[in-house]
């Protein structure tokens, strides 16, 4: 009853930017919160940032100075600027939301479809 649509992925080269976003809807109670989490072939998953609905944030090592996660809370919608993209960087990058449904009685981490990254040299 939860959907996430990510946006913004692309090629681009390194040392560039891309904005990433994610827009959820359907019958949302509330939203707890927001990641983006990304996995290269062969790779674990491993988040990259989250943020609170308070606005908390934390990143992995790897990304810590050159991305930043943010939220606009009445549009339930999260934001990942990637500044100093590196090769490393390429992933398919994953939006997730910790919600709780309309009428619902826990929160479920939604998921969405994913958005290709892919950096050049």
């Known amino acids: 009853q939860a959907q996430l649509v990510e946006s913004g992925g692309g090629l681009v080269q390194a040392g560039g930017s891309l904005r990433l976003s994610c827009a959820a809807s359907?019958?949302?109670?509330?939203?707890?919160?927001m990641g983006w989490y990304r996995q290269a072939p062969g790779k674990q998953r491993e988040l990259v940032a989250g943020?609170?609905?308070?606005?908390?944030?934390n990143y992995v090592e790897s990304v810590k100075g050159r991305f930043t996660i943010s939220r606009d809370n009445a549009k339930n919608t999260v934001y990942l600027q990637m500044n100093s993209l590196k090769l490393e960087d390429t992933a398919v990058y994953y939006c997730?939301?910790?919600?709780?449904?309309?009428?619902?009685?826990?929160?479920?981490?939604?998921w969405g479809q994913g958005t290709q990254v892919t950096v050049s040299s």
């Open positions: 359907g019958n949302i109670f509330s939203i707890n919160a």
């Open positions: 997730t939301a910790r919600a709780i449904v309309r009428g619902g009685l826990y929160e479920y981490d939604y």
């Open positions: 943020i609170t609905s308070g606005g908390s944030t």
